[in-house]
């Protein structure tokens, strides 16, 4: 079959620009050289960006690196679309520092986990913040991507448009990923208006009044962003307009702390998540209607109650079948000094179509080999 | 009528014995039901796009997961090519039968299995029609978020097949982001869940990947939809401009005062003209656009958004703007809004709906290029427009009974497209490729993209069964019809509102 024309015009430059941003520089023939002779001699490549969430996988077997951190800068920004358009390798921080001066955000709250997190590194990664339950997930808020595949070619998924239903959906199907499926060089986002006000509230209760008072409050349409429990108190973030966040701190009551909470608590900065605690960190994911699993530990329970952290002694197989068992799963945060994945293990049928899929767009496993699980 | 099958470049099918066939699955599924009459063949031969008929080999209508589960081992033994469909209210043609195909109709899968107000989730078959799932929610003061306009009818798995759309996708997302889980039938007969109750899965995000999937993935067997607390108030300003470009500024500086609308809809003048005639909305006939904006959630926010947004509407040179006084005028402002084609249809004895997506910033250069290419082609263009996510509806009048007139619509047609494609947005919103956009296709992605498209597909459908020759053209299709050429059909079911 030849090789058909791309007829399409060039994506980036629409005929009447909107405001454009670029603070970085295009590296992408690079990164398109190092993949096409990689594969050529069937050389792994382990994909780095600020390597801030090497914990959540497991280690690359691969004596390449394919750094993605010069291939920076946001290619396209306009409040007005609220869409912004950033290289794989920019700084996360910087990108949210960019949409701040315009009053707008990443909703779903990615953490960073360290200064040098890239914007590539947070959608490989797929992890949503605080916020998540109420705003929606890094994937709900990724609407196109540029990937370089296994043959080397630079091609274009999605794009800058909010509704598109062309083709398969194969930029959501990049997020979590981590980089097995592809080397993601650009992402499109949509992004949101910061809220007018915001209250942040401390209330002393226990964990099972609290769990029937969030039960309530989910019922009705009020401006809450943020519930998360530990040790008798429920930590709750209001967001929304003035009356509405005013009405609802007044009906809810509780104390005023700070904002630092939630960015502590997104970032893993507070006293909970030290590293001096011996006991593994574990992340449970649960049904909405599920009880906590009857675990040995300590607790800190985030999104409402759907996704616990668990720091506990237990064995690694005990922790994902009592999850397991109720409905979830659950993610080790502490890595392993046997290299096994975090990941609780995949059912015989996602595993054979997982298989399938890597074979598919990676067949000569390129792409951060064994990185999810150990055998692909 | 080029749109439909063609093995020559869309792939070969294998031929097979219907009676064999039909022998083979009920000696593993005695019990399900299978249609092969002439006459019991007919009501499924199109779908929404029902310029496009074709009669199945054969019409199947399971009962039960297991017989989904036979069916599809049978069909994959013997190379039998599967078209999934639901209420069959798809726009795109995404339903179309195979002549050498089974039709899988989920129709009988019509039950709402669970309703979790605490967890505020539903579980349903993929038969239950979308505003069903809101209808049975409301005791709860809960709904189900997206809103197709032909929701009344509209299945949630066609919906979840199609990502369907709405008027509140801006605020409240698409199908991919108020389900949050399937449970999926593959072709070779295994079971697979995709998602479920927890807010991710470990793996690859396979649900998202299946939204929109057209059929061409898997079955979708059953769904969990996400519900959401109602609004406290929904309230909606109409604003009347003489200029199209002066009311996307507008929209533009809502959205830039960090307003998001519930729903934020754009008419233009003919497309007015045709709603006040047909449901007497109070529009404003003069106007050039008209913009509804709705805001809706806690009373206070809503007073105080309303006041902003009134405020900005008249900085943007709105010639008038009305505030709905109560819930009988709003609904009688969306009324316009939602019966517009249907009202545009009135004028014209045909019409084509198109459904591009663009860069809002791009929507006056777009909607003057679109004026000057009806001008040029002699025929006249109705524009609604989703004005909050992009999503823009040109509507082509013509009249099939006079000789060229279809072609000379379906010229235009793909003229928009292009146009949507070059201002740098897409060929479809939300209506989906189905058989209907295949060789747009071909315009929007490059070989080496569609190339991958069908290395996914291969990894869960590797004798290409599942609804083949949608959604991704072949490359032999590209080659030969890769310079735009457009078929588009009229709609079935003149009786729903299409937005």
């Not at chain 1, 490549?45 to 291939?71: Q, S």
């Not at chain 1, 699993?293 to 996704?307: H, M």
């Not at chain 2, 297991?66 to 639901?86: D, K, N, W």
């Not at chain 2, 509806?393 to 146009?419: K, Q, R, S, V, Y």
Request: proline letters at 6%.
């Amino acid at each position: 079959m030849a090789h058909l024309q791309d007829r399409r015009p060039a994506f980036t430059e629409p005929t009447e620009p909107g405001p454009t941003k670029d603070d970085g520089q295009d590296d992408s023939a690079a990164l398109i050289d190092t993949v096409t002779q990689a594969g050529r001699e069937r050389t792994p490549l382990r994909i780095v960006g600020g390597d801030t969430k090497a914990f959540l996988g497991r280690r690359v077997d691969a004596t390449k690196t394919l750094d993605l951190n010069r291939h920076a800068g946001i290619v396209h920004y306009d409040p007005v679309e609220l869409i912004a358009t950033a290289r794989a390798g920019t700084r996360l921080a910087h990108l949210e520092q960019v949409l701040g001066e315009s009053q707008q955000r990443l909703a779903f709250e990615p953490p960073h986990f360290g200064g040098g997190a890239t914007v590539g590194g947070m959608v490989a990664a797929g992890l949503s913040g605080p916020r998540r339950p109420w705003a929606g997930s890094v994937r709900d808020f990724v609407l196109g991507v540029r990937v370089i595949t296994a043959e080397g070619k630079h091609l274009r998924f999605g794009g800058e448009v909010m509704k598109n239903v062309a083709g398969y959906d194969l930029s959501r199907l990049m997020v979590g990923a981590q980089g097995t499926l592809g080397v993601m060089t650009e992402v499109s986002f949509k992004v949101l208006p910061a809220p007018v006000a915001n209250a942040w509230l401390r209330l002393s209760l226990s964990f099972e009044d609290a769990r029937q008072r969030l039960i309530e409050w989910s019922r009705l349409p009020l401006p809450i962003t943020g519930a998360a429990f530990e040790a008798g108190t429920l930590h709750l973030r209001l967001e929304g307009g003035e009356g509405s966040v005013e009405s609802t701190r007044r009906q809810i009551g509780g104390d005023a702390e700070s904002a630092d909470f939630w960015n502590d608590l997104r970032e893993h900065q507070l006293p909970f998540f030290h590293h001096d605690d011996p006991r593994p960190l574990w992340r449970l994911s649960l049904p909405a209607r599920a009880r906590l699993p009857a675990l040995d530990g300590d607790w800190l329970i985030d999104w409402g109650g759907v996704q616990p952290w668990l720091r506990s002694d237990e064995s690694p197989t005990h922790i994902q079948e009592a999850t397991a068992a109720i409905g979830g799963h659950a993610t080790r945060y502490t890595p392993s000094d046997d290299n096994v994945s975090p990941h609780p293990p995949l059912t015989a049928v996602l595993d054979k179509y997982h298989r399938r899929l890597k074979a598919r767009l990676d067949p000569n496993g390129l792409f951060n080999p064994g990185r999810l699980y150990a055998d692909w | 009528m080029e749109l439909l099958f063609d093995e020559r470049i869309d792939g070969e099918i294998a031929d097979v014995d219907p009676a064999a066939l039909a022998a083979a699955i009920h000696a593993v599924a005695p019990d399900l039901v299978l249609l092969d009459r002439v006459e019991d063949l007919r009501p499924f031969e199109c779908d929404g796009l029902s310029a496009y008929r074709v009669l199945p080999m054969m019409v199947a209508m399971p009962t039960t997961l297991a017989e989904i589960e036979s069916l599809m081992r049978v069909c994959f033994e013997h190379q039998v090519p599967v078209v999934t469909r639901g209420a069959g209210t798809g726009l795109s043609g995404g339903a179309l039968p195979l002549e050498k195909g089974v039709l899988l109709v989920m129709s009988r899968f019509n039950r709402i299995l669970e309703l979790d107000a605490d967890a505020r989730i539903a579980r349903v078959q993929p038969g239950v029609r979308n505003l069903a799932i809101s209808e049975a929610a409301a005791a709860y003061g809960l709904y189900y978020a997206p809103d197709p306009s032909s929701q009344i009818a509209c299945s949630i798995g066609g919906n979840v097949a199609e990502n369907a759309g709405g008027v509140h996708c801006l605020k409240y997302g698409l199908t991919v982001h108020n389900v949050i889980g399937v449970e999926i039938v593959t072709i070779e007969g295994e079971r697979m869940t995709l998602g479920g109750e927890t807010l991710d899965t470990p793996g690859f995000d396979l649900l998202a990947l299946f939204t929109g999937s057209e059929g061409m993935l898997g079955v979708i067997t059953e769904v969990t939809v996400k519900l959401l607390p109602k609004p406290e108030v929904a309230r909606v300003l109409m604003a009347a401009f003489d200029d199209v470009e002066r009311a996307g500024r507008a929209v533009g500086d809502i959205i830039a005062a960090g307003i998001i609308p519930g729903g934020l809809e754009m008419m233009d003048n003919l497309a007015i003209r045709a709603a006040e005639d047909f449901v007497h909305a109070g529009y404003p006939v003069e106007a050039e656009a008209i913009l509804l904006c709705e805001l809706d959630g806690v009373e206070a926010d809503v007073r105080a958004d309303g006041e902003r947004v009134r405020g900005l509407l008249e900085q943007a040179g709105a010639i008038s703007i009305a505030l709905a006084r109560d819930d009988a005028e709003r609904a009688l402002f969306w009324a316009g809004r939602k019966a517009a084609f249907p009202a545009v249809g009135r004028m014209s004895p045909d019409y084509y709906c198109m459904d591009g997506t663009i860069p809002r910033r791009e929507l006056p250069r777009v909607l003057k290029r679109i004026n000057d290419l009806a001008e040029h082609y002699g025929l006249r263009v109705a524009n609604v427009f989703h004005a909050g996510d992009g999503n823009l509806h040109p509507l082509i009048l013509f009249d099939a009974n006079h000789p060229d007139e279809l072609e000379t619509a379906e010229a235009l047609g793909g003229e928009i497209l292009t146009l949507c494609v070059e201002a740098g947005g897409t060929i479809t919103g939300e209506h989906g490729v189905g058989r209907e956009k295949l060789n747009q296709m071909c315009t929007q992605f490059n070989s080496d993209e569609l190339t991958l498209f069908h290395s996914v597909k291969h990894a869960f459908d590797e004798r290409r069964l599942l609804n083949p020759g949608k959604n991704v053209p072949t490359l032999a299709r590209c080659a030969e019809h890769g310079a735009m050429h457009v078929h588009q059909g009229k709609l079935a079911h003149p009786e729903l509102p299409r937005f």
